[in-house]
T-cell receptor, first 113, second 108 residues
Framework: EAGVTQFPSHSVIEKGQTVTLRCDPI?????LYWYRRVMGKEIKFLLH????????ESGMPNNRFLAERTGGTYSTLKVQPAELEDSGVYFC???????????FGPGTRLTVT | EDKVVQSPLSLVVHEGDTVTLNCSYE??????LLWYKQEKKAPTFLFML????IEKKSGRLSSILDKKELSSILNITATQTGDSAIYLC????????FGAGTTVTVRA
């Protein structure tokens, strides 16, 4: 069974540009989560989808971040415009049930210069 | 805000030693506690604990939850160099709140 996949693995962009990260969850997992680790800090929650609906987006830092999950399969996280403080590793996780174990992807390392 | 504290932050042991990692938490709506191992990329799921006093075991790794003390421990026995990693504790109240992790280095 394929695990959670994320694309790209690494992205370097300039401040003010737009970047879109993609996550493909484990097949059949209705729950999809985005998390972020910025330098030196803990992994922090961004948002949670159940199928195509946003269940909780309380961790989204500001309105420059937009997450979508059209059709309830893969998800995208767009940052527009990117700022220096957005640099970090963005993880996606999926789970077969809410409050169940979450399986993580390898992350996308975003560097904003 | 939910709080998860892991200790120690790092430790170095020799192959064959036993290590005990600690995790304490303060959360509003506790559902479960999870342990992950992170080597290079993706945190790898180890255990999910929901009930106090019931040990979960997988090979040389085991973990137990104490909901009265709001804590959990992860034990690794007969450590091997392949156990070198960051071990993350996370508490689930529908989203995960992570601790800072414990970096374990196992020397041959």
């Amino acid at each position: 069974e394929a695990g959670v996949t994320q694309f790209p693995s690494h992205s370097v962009i300039e401040k003010g540009q737009t970047v879109t990260l993609r996550c493909d969850p484990i097949s059949g997992h209705d729950n999809l989560y985005w998390y972020r680790r910025v330098m030196g800090k803990e992994i922090k929650f961004l948002l949670h989808f159940v199928k195509e609906s946003k269940q909780d987006e309380s961790g989204m830092p500001n309105n420059r971040f937009l997450a979508e999950r059209t059709g309830g399969t893969y998800s995208t996280l767009k940052v527009q415009p990117a700022e220096l403080e957005d640099s970090g590793v963005y993880f996606c996780a999926s789970s077969p049930r809410t409050a169940g174990e979450q399986y993580f992807g390898p992350g996308t390392r975003l560097t904003v210069t | 805000e939910d709080k998860v504290v892991q200790s120690p932050l790092s430790l170095v042991v020799h192959e064959g030693d036993t290590v005990t990692l600690n995790c304490s938490y303060e959360v509003t709506n506790f559902r479960s506690l999870l342990w992950y191992k992170q080597e290079k990329k993706a945190p790898t799921f180890l255990f999910m604990l929901t009930s106090s006093g019931i040990e979960k075991k997988s090979g040389r790794l085991s973990s137990i939850l104490d909901k009265k003390e709001l804590s959990s421990i992860l034990n690794i026995t007969a450590t091997q160099t392949g156990d070198s990693a960051i071990y993350l504790c996370a508490v689930n109240d529908y989203k995960l709140s992570f601790g800072a992790g414990t970096t374990v280095t196992v020397r041959a």
